[in-house]
Each structure stands twice: as structure tokens, then as C-alpha cells.
């Protein structure tokens, strides 16, 4: 694509992003909540950086945690007429270097990666007599990727598991882990095989021991992007403090909140602590919200109050639409059959099954909404689509399309991905009959889709054939017309324009295994983390009863200041438990709520007074004071942002929305 003038990049920006692509020097921190477009600041920055001429693109290396996010950031940066630039995972560029620099370093041929721990840790399990099932082999494998992440070593195991209260996987001694950490790293030496952990250890190694070495990797690479800030770990951070050599030219981006991953490693604490070490860094917050309506930001920003980390208070920038919705269900059963039977109105109703989501605490509660969707009739996927480039007919096209492509420079790219899939099972109409037939058709139909999308947008030929590659080796399938069943930890970094979330329940978030306080807000974390995945329809639920179970189920902790009061009336309750209720409700509000939170409920009430008086009807046909509670908290700038809060209506938004708005405005 042509190349924008730096003028034409600032104006595709708003004011804060604007601020992150003109910081083309020294250390940067943003601050991104969901939704903010971090994504579109940072590779802005960089075509920005390069069309002003402060970046060399042969020297920035962008990084971040996943293939499929890395492969995202290449195909912006593509767009934007920078393809030179290096996007890659922490993983992938010490790799390269690694590959690169072992015959000059170590010499002779570099060993093999073991690509999946799970057959050694078996083994060196049964050697030590300890259950070998699958899940406790994936445990333990986890396990040892969390101690090499963390920078521990088998010999100081057992005292930092103590030191960090963490439980050890399998009802295992921490000193019989450190026997199996200790174990499997004998038996990778013996196999002269390497993990991935490994890889970047001894990149560190390689920067930290050879300083001919460090400097040309240095001279390299003058600037660095991280993405996803706040999921690297002890191990990244070495790795990243390597490639700078004490340099600054640094830009971070991450979201406190979104810290998902501490029990594989990662902490925020860099992202939170970047001025501390950086006393000079410029802090840019980006806290407007593109992708999810204001009532669906509203009940994120009230879900991440309590998530234990620094909070960026999203704004949405998104018209006012439907009020997320909350459910109870007698039973599982019920709640997925009822999911199918709401997922079947919106696909009545124009939303593709594409653009719908179930999202889940763990992969064991699948089943029942499989079940529920394949009685619906309604097509489904399982998160993520590991296989979806395994399949034959789509192997078959894709090949087919990039040798094709090399050549073919006149033909759209649309064109010839039919002509490449019409000999593999795909047809100009949708089959009449489900079934492996549909399934197949389904699976082409999206790399149709997916050339289509590329025209329209002037892609080039070569570029879509680029792209395939580059998702082939991120696992990055394009979107199915499918509904995506997925757990929350899989989801983060997707959206949908409808999400389901259902089960939640004390037990499963948080997790019954969530003991301590940061185990718990991080569970929090997770559920704001879905919470945010939501474009335009939002559906929490929870059920009642759980088979083979006793007892009724305890809607989970993190709704309690989200439900809706009224779902949990009885049908005939006695004017006393309804004034037990309301005095509980405004204890917590006094208990909970800052001094400048209480001075906007107070001034709130002089003013309801004011009108009341002025108008001879009473107060709480004006706003009640669980309303007046509930804008004092949300504190909105705007009537987009007041029309959130619980009572507030049309009506009243238009007849005192902007007397309530200038009585906020002086309390500021």
C-alpha cells in the first residue's frame, strides 16, 4: 500500500494515541484499557517514527507474547507501508539470534527444540514413582515452565513456593518437584535436546557472556516496542534488559487490569513500576473506548474497581444500545439449552454466528453448550483453531493460492482463492444438507471471505499470499461462521458483538482453587477480561443447582455490585426485608465510597432538593437515592455516559441530564 504522510497518520488518531505516535524518543509507558486501540497506537507509532525519519525500520524490533498478536502487528504494519519493520514473539526473535550467533559462539550444530515437554516429563514422573496421568503431567510440565519463567532454580524451588504461598501441582512435596524440575532438566542435557524456556535463556546468556555479540545485536536493533506489557515475565524482562544494554529508546503498552497470566510467569509489576525505573519515562493512559458500548464499559469499569491493580476507567465512545443483560437459570441444562435459543434470535435477527461467543472458565464446561448448539443446529467452534490449517481441503487451497499467487498478479485475490477451493469442496452456493459436507464448505467459505475482505481493502495478491503463511505458523485461522466456544483465558485479545457469560459461580470464578487475595483479583481480572471482549451484546448468567452437587449454587462474589436488585426480589416480600435491603445497600455505599465520591452524592441530593421544591412533586420521582448512588460512582461527562446508571431512563435524561452533568462539573 502507499505509504501516508506523517500528517495523514496523526489525523487517523485521536488526541491520546496522537501522543503515543509523536513520543518517537526516550522511554514511553501507555497505559491502554480494553478497547483503546494500543494495537493502533504503537503501530502507528512506528510508521510514524519511519515517515518522519526518528526510526531506521532495519532497526526496530517490535515484540510481544503471541504468535497470532505478533502476526496482527506485521499485517498493520504492512498496511501502513512499513514491512521492513521485525514483529515478532519474545520467543521468535531470541531464536533468530540464537540460530544466527551458535556457530560463532558455542559452535558446531544447535540442538533440537523439544517442541512438546509432556513425553519427557512422563518420564521422568514414572522414574520417580509420581502419577503419570495427563492432567498431572500437564501440570507438572506447566510447573517447570512457570519455575524457568521465574528465574528459579530447582535447588531454591521449595523455598520460593513457601515464600510465594503457591501450591505445588499433584499434592506434591515442594521438594519432590524440585526432584522432577531437576530430573527432567538431566534428562533434556542426556536427550541433547533444548525447550523453549531454554532459548531464551541462552540468548541471555549468549548477550550477557560475549559483549562482541551484545554489540552487534545492539547495533542492530535501536528501538524496541513491547505489546502486552504486563504479561512479561522475570525471564522476558532479563531478556529485553539484554537487547538494551542500558539504552532507553523504549515503548511499552500494557493494561494493569489485564493481567491474566501469573501463574505462567508473568507479572505487571514492570508495567506498573516502568517510571519508577524510567524516572524520565513520558505516561500516556489511553482510556477511550472503540470497541464496547457505554452500558457494557459501565459494568467493566464497576467489575475491575476490585481487581487489585492499577485501573484505566474506560469511556466509551460508542452510541447508547441495549442494557447488558442478567440472567438465573434453574440448572445448566437450562442455561445452555436458553443460550442456543437467544443465540437463534440474534442469527434471526442478522448477527452472524461468527460475530458470538461463549466464554468460559474451563474447557470442562463445554459440553453442555456443544450439546445444546448441535441440537439448535447452530454451527460452533472450539477456541482455538489449532487444526483448522490441518484439514486437508484446506491445506489443498492454500497451497494451491500462494504457488498461484507468485504468478498471477492481474487475477483478485477473491478469484482465485474460488478457483483454488472449487476443487477441494467448495461450491458458489451454500450445501442444503449439514453434516462433514457443511463442515468443510464452512472451513473454505472463510478463506473466501478472507480474500474478499483483502480486496476490499487493495491488498495485494502477494501480501494475501503472505498472509496465510504468517497465519499457518501463528495458528491463526481465519473467523468461521461459527459460534466460538472459548475459555476467558483464550479469548483475551479477541472480540465478538455478542458475549455469553455464563456460569458464574463461586467455584468456578474464582476458581475453588483461588486461595489467596492475588489468586482472587486475579480471577477478577479474568472476568473483566471477558466482560471487555463484548462489542454490543452482553449476556451474564448463572445456575441455580449443579448436577452431583448439593445445595443451590452462590452466584459469584464479582457480581454483587453489577446484578440487578430487582432479579433477586422474591415475589411477595414483607416491606421490612425490603427496608433491611436498602439499609445494607447504603451501609456499603458509606463503607466503600472516597470522600469525592460522597461529595457528588450529597451535592446530587442539595440539587434533587432544589428541584423538588420547584416542582411540588417528591424527591424520588425526580431520581431515587440508589440512582443518585449510582451516578455519584459512574461520576459521567456525558449524557451518553449518565444515561448508564440504574434509573435513568430517556425521559429523565432528557428533562434533568444536563442540569445532573453541571452539578458533577463543579464538584470537579
Same mark, same amino acid.
Given at each position: 500500500?502507499?505509504?501516508?504522510?506523517?500528517?495523514?497518520?496523526?489525523?487517523?488518531?485521536?488526541?491520546?494515541?496522537?501522543?503515543?505516535?509523536?513520543?518517537?524518543?526516550?522511554?514511553?509507558?501507555?497505559?491502554?484499557?480494553?478497547?483503546?486501540?494500543?494495537?493502533?497506537?504503537?503501530?502507528?507509532?512506528?510508521?510514524?517514527?519511519?515517515?518522519?525519519?526518528?526510526?531506521?525500520?532495519?532497526?526496530?524490533?517490535?515484540?510481544?507474547?503471541?504468535?497470532?498478536?505478533?502476526?496482527?502487528?506485521?499485517?498493520?504494519?504492512?498496511?501502513?507501508?512499513?514491512?521492513?519493520?521485525?514483529?515478532?514473539?519474545?520467543?521468535?526473535?531470541?531464536?533468530?539470534?540464537?540460530?544466527?550467533?551458535?556457530?560463532?559462539?558455542?559452535?558446531?550444530?544447535?540442538?533440537?527444540?523439544?517442541?512438546?515437554?509432556?513425553?519427557?516429563?512422563?518420564?521422568?514422573?514414572?522414574?520417580?514413582?509420581?502419577?503419570?496421568?495427563?492432567?498431572?503431567?500437564?501440570?507438572?510440565?506447566?510447573?517447570?515452565?512457570?519455575?524457568?519463567?521465574?528465574?528459579?532454580?530447582?535447588?531454591?524451588?521449595?523455598?520460593?513456593?513457601?515464600?510465594?504461598?503457591?501450591?505445588?501441582?499433584?499434592?506434591?512435596?515442594?521438594?519432590?518437584?524440585?526432584?522432577?524440575?531437576?530430573?527432567?532438566?538431566?534428562?533434556?542435557?542426556?536427550?541433547?535436546?533444548?525447550?523453549?524456556?531454554?532459548?531464551?535463556?541462552?540468548?541471555?546468556?549468549?548477550?550477557?557472556?560475549?559483549?562482541?555479540?551484545?554489540?552487534?545485536?545492539?547495533?542492530?536493533?535501536?528501538?524496541?516496542?513491547?505489546?502486552?506489557?504486563?504479561?512479561?515475565?522475570?525471564?522476558?524482562?532479563?531478556? &529485553?534488559?539484554?537487547?538494551?544494554?542500558?539504552?532507553?529508546?523504549?515503548?511499552?503498552?500494557?493494561?494493569?487490569?489485564?493481567?491474566?497470566?501469573?501463574?505462567?510467569?508473568?507479572?505487571?509489576?514492570?508495567?506498573?513500576?516502568?517510571?519508577?525505573?524510567?524516572?524520565?519515562?513520558?505516561?500516556?493512559?489511553?482510556?477511550?473506548?472503540?470497541?464496547?458500548?457505554?452500558?457494557?464499559?459501565?459494568?467493566?469499569?464497576?467489575?475491575?474497581?476490585?481487581?487489585?491493580?492499577?485501573?484505566?476507567?474506560?469511556?466509551?465512545?460508542?452510541?447508547?444500545?441495549?442494557?447488558?443483560?442478567?440472567?438465573?437459570?434453574?440448572?445448566?441444562?437450562?442455561?445452555?439449552?436458553?443460550?442456543?435459543?437467544?443465540?437463534?434470535?440474534?442469527?434471526?435477527?442478522?448477527?452472524?454466528?461468527?460475530?458470538?461467543?461463549?466464554?468460559?472458565?474451563?474447557?470442562?464446561?463445554?459440553?453442555?453448550?456443544?450439546?445444546?448448539?448441535?441440537?439448535?443446529?447452530?454451527?460452533?467452534?472450539?477456541?482455538?483453531?489449532?487444526?483448522?490449517?490441518?484439514?486437508?481441503?484446506?491445506?489443498?487451497?492454500?497451497?494451491?493460492?500462494?504457488?498461484?499467487?507468485?504468478?498471477?498478479?492481474?487475477?483478485?485475490?477473491?478469484?482465485?482463492?474460488?478457483?483454488?477451493?472449487?476443487?477441494?469442496?467448495?461450491?458458489?452456493?451454500?450445501?442444503?444438507?449439514?453434516?462433514?459436507?457443511?463442515?468443510?464448505?464452512?472451513?473454505?467459505?472463510?478463506?473466501?471471505?478472507?480474500?474478499?475482505?483483502?480486496?476490499?481493502?487493495?491488498?495485494?495478491?502477494?501480501?494475501?499470499?503472505?498472509?496465510?503463511?504468517?497465519?499457518?505458523?501463528?495458528?491463526?485461522?481465519?473467523?468461521?461462521?461459527?459460534?466460538?466456544?472459548?475459555?476467558?483465558?483464550?479469548?483475551?485479545?479477541?472480540?465478538?458483538?455478542?458475549?455469553? &457469560?455464563?456460569?458464574?459461580?463461586?467455584?468456578?470464578?474464582?476458581?475453588?482453587?483461588?486461595?489467596?487475595?492475588?489468586?482472587?483479583?486475579?480471577?477478577?481480572?479474568?472476568?473483566?477480561?471477558?466482560?471487555?471482549?463484548?462489542?454490543? &451484546?452482553?449476556?451474564?448468567?448463572?445456575?441455580?443447582?449443579?448436577?452431583?452437587?448439593?445445595?443451590?449454587?452462590?452466584?459469584?462474589?464479582?457480581?454483587?455490585?453489577?446484578?440487578?436488585?430487582?432479579?433477586?426480589?422474591?415475589?411477595?416480600?414483607?416491606?421490612?426485608?425490603?427496608?433491611?435491603?436498602?439499609?445494607?445497600?447504603?451501609?456499603?455505599?458509606?463503607?466503600?465510597?472516597?470522600?469525592?465520591?460522597?461529595?457528588?452524592?450529597?451535592?446530587?441530593?442539595?440539587?434533587?432538593?432544589?428541584?423538588?421544591?420547584?416542582?411540588?412533586?417528591?424527591?424520588?420521582?425526580?431520581?431515587?437515592?440508589?440512582?443518585?448512588?449510582?451516578?455519584?460512582?459512574?461520576?459521567?461527562?456525558?449524557?451518553?455516559?449518565?444515561?448508564?446508571?440504574?434509573?435513568?431512563?430517556?425521559?429523565?435524561?432528557?428533562?434533568?441530564?444536563?442540569?445532573?452533568?453541571?452539578?458533577?462539573?463543579?464538584?470537579?
Amino acid at each position: 500500500m502507499e505509504k501516508l504522510s506523517p500528517d495523514d497518520l496523526l489525523l487517523a488518531l485521536d488526541a491520546e494515541q496522537r501522543q503515543v505516535a509523536q513520543s518517537t524518543s526516550g522511554p514511553v509507558c501507555v497505559l491502554a484499557g480494553a478497547g483503546t486501540g494500543k494495537t493502533r497506537a504503537i503501530t502507528y507509532r512506528i510508521a510514524y517514527g519511519i515517515a518522519t525519519g526518528a526510526f531506521n525500520p532495519n532497526q526496530i524490533l517490535a515484540v510481544t507474547f503471541t504468535a497470532r498478536a505478533a502476526a496482527e502487528m506485521h499485517q498493520r504494519l504492512v498496511s501502513l507501508g512499513a514491512p521492513r519493520v521485525q514483529a515478532r514473539t519474545f520467543h521468535s526473535a531470541a531464536l533468530r539470534q540464537l540460530r544466527y550467533f551458535w556457530p560463532h559462539a558455542i559452535g558446531g550444530s544447535m540442538p533440537q527444540i523439544l517442541e512438546h515437554k509432556v513425553s519427557l516429563v512422563s518420564s521422568c514422573a514414572k522414574r520417580l514413582g509420581l502419577s503419570s496421568d495427563k492432567v498431572s503431567i500437564r501440570d507438572f510440565a506447566a510447573e517447570i515452565e512457570w519455575s524457568k519463567f521465574s528465574l528459579i532454580s530447582p535447588s531454591d524451588y521449595a523455598a520460593e513456593i513457601d515464600k510465594r504461598k503457591r501450591p505445588v501441582p499433584g499434592d506434591l512435596s515442594a521438594e519432590k518437584m524440585a526432584k522432577l524440575i531437576s530430573l527432567y532438566e538431566e534428562s533434556k542435557h542426556t536427550a541433547g535436546v533444548i525447550d523453549f524456556e531454554d532459548v531464551l535463556l541462552l540468548t541471555i546468556g549468549m548477550i550477557e557472556n560475549r559483549p562482541d555479540i551484545a554489540q552487534r545485536i545492539r547495533e542492530q536493533y535501536q528501538h524496541f516496542v513491547v505489546d502486552e506489557y504486563q504479561d512479561i515475565s522475570q525471564l522476558g524482562q532479563r531478556l &529485553l534488559d539484554g537487547w538494551l544494554g542500558g539504552r532507553q529508546n523504549l515503548c511499552v503498552v500494557g493494561d494493569p487490569a489485564q493481567t491474566i497470566y501469573s501463574f505462567a510467569g508473568a507479572s505487571s509489576n514492570y508495567l506498573q513500576n516502568f517510571t519508577v525505573k524510567y524516572p524520565n519515562a513520558k505516561k500516556i493512559v489511553l482510556n477511550r473506548d472503540y470497541r464496547s458500548t457505554p452500558q457494557i464499559v459501565s459494568v467493566a469499569n464497576t467489575v475491575v474497581a476490585g481487581c487489585g491493580r492499577e485501573v484505566v476507567k474506560l469511556r466509551s465512545q460508542l452510541p447508547s444500545d441495549a442494557a447488558v443483560a442478567f440472567e438465573s437459570y434453574a440448572d445448566e441444562a437450562e442455561q445452555a439449552s436458553q443460550i442456543a435459543a437467544q443465540i437463534k434470535r440474534l442469527q434471526a435477527q442478522g448477527t452472524s454466528l461468527s460475530q458470538i461467543a461463549i466464554l468460559l472458565r474451563t474447557n470442562a464446561q463445554s459440553a453442555s453448550f456443544e450439546q445444546a448448539l448441535e441440537q439448535a443446529k447452530i454451527s460452533y467452534q472450539l477456541r482455538g483453531g489449532e487444526q483448522f490449517f490441518q484439514r486437508q481441503e484446506v491445506m489443498r487451497t492454500v497451497r494451491a493460492f500462494v504457488s498461484t499467487a507468485l504468478g498471477a498478479e492481474q487475477v483478485s485475490a477473491a478469484e482465485l482463492m474460488k478457483e483454488c477451493a472449487s476443487g477441494n469442496g467448495w461450491t458458489q452456493t451454500v450445501p442444503a444438507q449439514g453434516g462433514a459436507l457443511r463442515d468443510r464448505w464452512d472451513a473454505l467459505q472463510s478463506l473466501v471471505n478472507l480474500a474478499q475482505d483483502r480486496d476490499a481493502e487493495g491488498v495485494s495478491l502477494r501480501a494475501v499470499a503472505q498472509e496465510l503463511q504468517d497465519r499457518i505458523e501463528a495458528k491463526h485461522p481465519p473467523a468461521l461462521e461459527a459460534v466460538t466456544i472459548a475459555t476467558l483465558h483464550a479469548a483475551k485479545g479477541l472480540e465478538w458483538e455478542a458475549v455469553f &457469560l455464563p456460569s458464574l459461580v463461586e467455584g468456578l470464578i474464582p476458581f475453588s482453587l483461588s486461595k489467596t487475595s492475588e489468586q482472587i483479583a486475579e480471577e477478577n481480572r479474568l472476568l473483566y477480561v471477558g466482560v471487555t471482549r463484548a462489542k454490543r &451484546l452482553l449476556y451474564m448468567s448463572y445456575h441455580r443447582f449443579r448436577e452431583g452437587t448439593r445445595g443451590k449454587q452462590k452466584r459469584s462474589r464479582f457480581l454483587q455490585k453489577i446484578w440487578p436488585a430487582e432479579l433477586d426480589q422474591p415475589e411477595k416480600k414483607s416491606s421490612a426485608s425490603s427496608k433491611t435491603r436498602r439499609k445494607v445497600a447504603q451501609k456499603a455505599f458509606w463503607d466503600e465510597s472516597d470522600d469525592a465520591t460522597i461529595a457528588r452524592f450529597e451535592a446530587l441530593k442539595a440539587w434533587r432538593t432544589k428541584v423538588h421544591l420547584e416542582i411540588k412533586k417528591p424527591a424520588y420521582t425526580i431520581f431515587a437515592d440508589d440512582t443518585l448512588r449510582h451516578i455519584a460512582q459512574l461520576d459521567p461527562d456525558s449524557l451518553t455516559a449518565l444515561g448508564q446508571a440504574r434509573g435513568v431512563g430517556n425521559v429523565k435524561l432528557d428533562m434533568w441530564g444536563e442540569e445532573v452533568l453541571a452539578v458533577l462539573q463543579n464538584c470537579r
